[in-house]
């Protein structure tokens, strides 16, 4: 059964460091989405693409995140400068559209910022 | 504003026993409403899906799930409980008329332990 992947699994890095987290999304979707959960709170919308450009985003997505679709199978989540409150899982999802599919989700990156 | 609510972070059950996990919702419009299942070290994994028709959906693993419109819930249900469904549940709505890449609204997630 094709998966979402994440890589990788866990990253450490400073403040003010520039973090990219990667994700192979299932062959046949269109549409992708970034998503992280903050430890013990909510699982958080971050912006979703399609058709190599941003259709949505989230007010939690500032300047300092941006997305791409580098080649035909790759998804990146970058942020320039992280900061502390960046620390939690950021989990990739795929899906084909429309109002009644299900999203398709990755088993997430932790981010940890020192 | 669209949200989710799970009230209980914590459900505790008996194997064999029936297991309730509550999800209550708010949206603008007609709910389309999903329910995922998070074990240690995975992503989320996708149990069951309610978008219109019968009240009574039937997903993975013996799972059901309630729609009930009156009391904008959609509750998730197993008739007899097993150690291995002891995981993190998720419930997520998405609002019809949202974008129609359709972001997800997520609750804060019920841990659910079923001891022997």
């Known amino acids: 059964e094709p998966e979402v992947t994440q890589t990788p699994s866990h990253q450490v890095t400073q403040m003010g460091q520039e973090v990219i987290l990667r994700c192979v999304p299932i062959?046949?979707?269109?549409?992708f989405y970034w998503y992280r959960q903050i430890l013990g709170q909510k699982v958080e919308f971050l912006v979703s693409?399609?058709?190599?450009?941003?259709?949505?985003k989230s007010e939690i997505f500032d300047d300092q995140f941006s997305v791409e679709r580098p080649d035909g199978s790759n998804f990146t989540l970058k942020i320039r400068s992280t900061k502390l409150e960046d620390s939690a899982m950021y989990f990739c999802?795929?899906?084909?559209?429309?109002?009644?599919?299900?999203?398709?989700f990755g088993p997430g990156t932790r981010l940890t910022v020192l | 504003a669209q949200s989710v609510a799970q009230p209980e972070d914590q459900v505790n059950v008996a194997e064999g026993n029936p297991l309730t996990v509550k999800c209550t919702y708010s949206?603008?419009?007609?709910?389309?409403l999903f329910w995922y299942v998070q074990y240690p070290n995975r992503g989320l994994q996708f149990l069951l899906k309610?978008?219109?028709?019968?009240?009574l959906v039937k997903g993975s693993y013996g799972f059901e799930a309630e729609f009930n419109k009156s009391q904008t819930s959609f509750h998730l249900k197993k008739p007899s409980a097993l150690v291995s469904d002891s995981a993190l549940y998720f419930c997520?709505?998405?609002?019809?008329?949202?974008?129609?890449?359709?972001?997800?609204?997520f609750g804060r997630g019920t841990q659910l332990t079923v001891w022997p």
């Open positions: 999802a795929s899906g084909q559209g429309g109002m009644g599919n299900e999203q398709f």
């Open positions: 309610y978008i219109t028709g019968d009240n």
């Open positions: 949206v603008s419009g007609n709910p389309y």
């Open positions: 062959s046949n979707h269109l549409y």
């Open positions: 693409f399609y058709n190599n450009e941003i259709s949505e």
């Open positions: 997520a709505v998405r609002d019809d008329r949202g974008s129609t890449l359709g972001r997800l609204y």
